[in-house]
T-cell receptor
Framework: AQSVTQPDIHITVSEGASLELRCNYS??????LFWYVQSPGQGLQLLLK??????LVQGIKGFEAEFKRSQSSFNLRKPSVHWSDAAEYFC?????????????FGAGTRLFVKA | DGGITQSPKYLFRKEGQNVTLSCEQN?????MYWYRQDPGQGLRLIYY???????QKGDIAEGYSVSREKKESFPLTVTSAQKNPTAFYLC???????????????FGDGTRLSIL
């Protein structure tokens, strides 16, 4: 069965520092991969997605993610974090074999930004 | 602006009561979803619907019911059989494109349900 693991429950970084959020998935082939961000009390907003092609994907708000098939990973990065980036981040996997009707979400990583 | 509207934002339920959460979208999306979010557990799928008048159970459907009579509406009823309904509920929708890559889900701003 598919699964998504976000190993870090929470991460704290200083404003201006770089950020990397980890995501590992379990799936027999290349799944569809997503990163979403959620501010408190709100819904999820899509940051970026990967289906095929270039393994380095650019998203909104200065985020990027790299797909590494050998490591079954899709880590999210940002070179310089802003205080407004404090939120919860979810990695998600869509199963191409179901036509993508079901998406599995990781448990999330909460990002704290210190001044 | 197109989007997904969930109402109400906050909802309180008494023991033994059924409550219905509303989800409306004007994105002309085919598929709609209901998720439950609990702290530290991410999102868990309750029900989803690919087309009007059709829906499937997700991973935690017990104690919940849905209907899909119109393309733009997918209400969720939390029944008295759901013993632990306190959670944040998120509705999402997605456009299904024939022959295209999967499209991401778009989310509403959620409804927080609490037990009185």
């Amino acid at each position: 069965a598919q699964s998504v693991t976000q190993p870090d429950i929470h991460i704290t970084v200083s404003e201006g520092a770089s950020l990397e959020l980890r995501c590992n998935y379990s799936y027999g082939a290349t799944p569809y991969l997503f990163w979403y961000v959620q501010s408190p009390g709100q819904g999820l907003q899509l940051l970026l997605k990967y289906f095929s092609g270039d393994t380095l994907v650019q998203g909104i708000k200065g985020f990027e993610a790299e797909f590494k098939r050998s490591q079954s990973s899709f880590n999210l990065r940002k070179p310089s974090v802003h205080w407004s980036d404090a939120a919860e981040y979810f990695c998600a996997v869509g199963d191409p074999n179901t036509g993508g009707f079901k998406t599995i979400f990781g448990a999330g990583t909460r990002l704290f930004v210190k001044a | 602006d197109g989007g997904i509207t969930q109402s109400p934002k906050y909802l309180f339920r008494k023991e033994g009561q059924n409550v219905t959460l509303s989800c409306e979208q004007n994105l002309n999306h085919d598929a709609m979803y209901w998720y439950r979010q609990d702290p530290g557990q991410g999102l868990r799928l309750i029900y989803y619907s690919q087309i009007v008048n059709d829906f499937q159970k997700g991973d935690i459907a017990e104690g919940y019911s849905v209907s899909r009579e119109k393309k733009e509406s997918f209400p969720l009823t939390v029944t008295s059989a759901q013993k632990n309904p306190t959670a944040f509920y998120l509705c999402a929708s997605r456009l299904n494109l024939r022959g295209e890559s999967i499209q991401p889900q778009h989310f509403g701003d959620g409804t927080r349900l609490s037990i009185l």
